[in-house]
């Protein structure tokens, strides 16, 4: 029995990937019978472009594929290297198919808006694919890294399967958001098209921190030869933060590049703020690599439950707060295309909101270190408490961001209002934060 779950491995490595491949290959595959059926005298090229869109976004499966044949002929492969392994390339395989599918479903838009653009907008979609595939290449070295140790006796494998693989997910999604508004963006713009260029690879170079920190860690937990449950925990750490922050950063550089195609004249400001809200967005992320840090470093805990706590705290808590972040970050970028004349008032509440949201990881960042330095602790008692603050802190995270997103829309459809809706939001962000204060005194509680 033993020796058949290191089977697991391999299924993970091929079916996550594949999961991914297949989806995106439907999203583009779906747009380009579209707009086959408006542009009949294109067909032939655009199933050029299908063709070829199908086929690099397949690179992620074949990932797997590789991975899973490596994984059966490697003998004497433990259970968790095996996970491990399957986890890297499964889950950065999945984000990558999602992602470089909308990316080609874009171009392929952008084609069918600006004809005569084809053939740089082609040249700009398999640029901007070899970009995104990078979380994919990181998910295959963790892989291969794994498979080609002389023993397997290391437990930290799974951890470090855990931290590229969740970190790359959503990394490679929000890479390929971004990047599909700007093939969109380009076929509308076609002057703008050098200056949208600069702006996605910039854009796709700040979304990737996060899988960076998850690659760090990665190599790290392997490097200090954690036990099973640390190495998870340290992986789930930054995975799950890298997770949120990566497909918030990516859907706030989309509607920044939406607001600048709406206002040009502004570029420069908008892309100013973009790059603001990114490195606060960020802020999670580098939440989740502190703690991994942590826990990787060997702080004296009574038992390896403990590290898990403190890791689903800030895991949980960083991705409700990351995705939150980018609903209010998004609509504040989307409003100032279109009504500069708000744009002092709104970067104001924009960090304003930015503050109110943070509040849940910061409290689960308390929680994390309390968790570690606490005398004593039984591990189960740390996993409630991690889980008591990070559940709680992921859906104020999330709630608090719809609320902002929806009172900054709400400025902008009725200025004359906006400060009486600048004290109702301040007032129901209140309300809802209330839900993450009941995780904190639970989790107080139970710590104490």
């Keep these: 029995m033993e020796n058949l779950l290191h089977y697991i491995g391999p299924g993970l490595a091929v079916g996550l990937a594949g999961i991914g491949v297949a989806i995106g290959q439907g999203l583009l595959a779906k747009r380009?019978?579209?707009?086959?059926?408006?542009?009949?005298?294109?067909?032939?090229?655009?199933?050029?472009?299908?063709i070829l869109g199908i086929a690099l976004v397949e690179s992620a499966a074949i990932y797997g594929l590789i991975v899973a044949?490596?994984?059966?002929?490697?003998?004497?492969?433990?259970?968790?290297?095996?996970?491990?392994v399957g986890l890297a390339i499964g889950l950065t395989g999945l984000g990558a198919g999602i992602g470089e599918g909308k990316l080609i479903a874009g171009a392929i838009s952008a084609i069918d808006r600006n004809p005569e653009a084809k053939g740089k907008i082609m040249t700009f979609m398999v640029l901007f694919i070899a970009l995104v595939e990078s979380a994919a290449i990181y998910g295959l070295v963790v892989a291969f890294t794994i498979l080609g140790q002389e023993s397997f006796t290391n437990e930290a494998f799974l951890g470090m399967g855990m931290a590229i693989g969740f970190a790359g997910l959503g990394v490679a999604i929000g890479e390929g958001i971004l990047a599909e508004k700007a093939m969109e963006m380009m076929g509308k713009r076609e002057k703008m098209m050098s200056f949208f260029l600069t702006v996605t690879i910039l854009g796709i170079a700040l979304v990737e921190s996060a899988a960076i920190y998850g690659l760090v860690v990665a190599f790290d937990v392997v490097g200090k030869n954690l036990d099973l449950i640390a190495a998870a925990a340290a992986?789930?750490?930054?995975?799950?933060?890298?997770?949120?922050?990566?497909?918030?950063?990516g859907i706030l550089v989309s509607g920044a590049m939406k607001a600048m195609a709406r206002n040009p004249e502004i570029k420069g400001k908008i892309l100013t703020f973009m790059v603001l809200f990114v490195a606060l967005v960020e802020v999670t992320a580098i939440y989740g690599l502190i703690i991994a840090f942590q826990i990787s470093w060997g702080a004296q805990v009574s038992e390896s439950l403990v590290y898990l706590g403190s890791g689903l705290a800030i895991g949980l808590a960083g991705l409700g707060v990351g995705i939150g972040r980018w609903y209010l970050s998004e609509e504040s970028l989307n409003i100032m295309g279109k009504n500069p004349k708000m744009i002092s008032f709104l970067l104001t509440v924009s960090i304003l909101g930015v503050a109110l949201v943070e509040s849940a990881a910061i409290y689960a960042l308390v929680?994390?270190?309390?968790?570690?330095?606490?005398?004593?602790?039984?591990?189960?008692?740390?996993?409630?408490?991690?889980l008591a603050i990070g559940l709680a802190g992921l859906g104020a995270g999330i709630g608090e961001g719809l609320l902002i997103k929806g009172a900054?829309?709400?400025?902008?459809?009725?200025?004359?209002?906006k400060g009486k809706i600048m004290a109702f939001m301040v007032l129901f962000v209140a309300l809802i934060e209330v839900v993450a204060i009941y995780g904190l005194i639970v989790a107080f509680n139970i710590i104490g």
């Design 32 to 50: 380009a019978v579209e707009v086959i059926g408006r542009r009949k005298e294109m067909m032939s090229f655009l199933l050029t472009v299908t």
């Design 69 to 84: 044949f490596k994984t059966l002929s490697t003998a004497g492969i433990s259970l968790t290297a095996s996970i491990g």
């Design 235 to 249: 992986g789930l750490a930054i995975g799950l933060a890298g997770l949120g922050a990566g497909v918030g950063e």
């Design 367 to 386: 929680v994390a270190f309390q968790i570690l330095e606490a005398d004593a602790l039984q591990g189960v008692a740390a996993v409630g408490a991690g």
């Design 408 to 417: 900054v829309k709400g400025m902008n459809q009725s200025p004359e209002s």
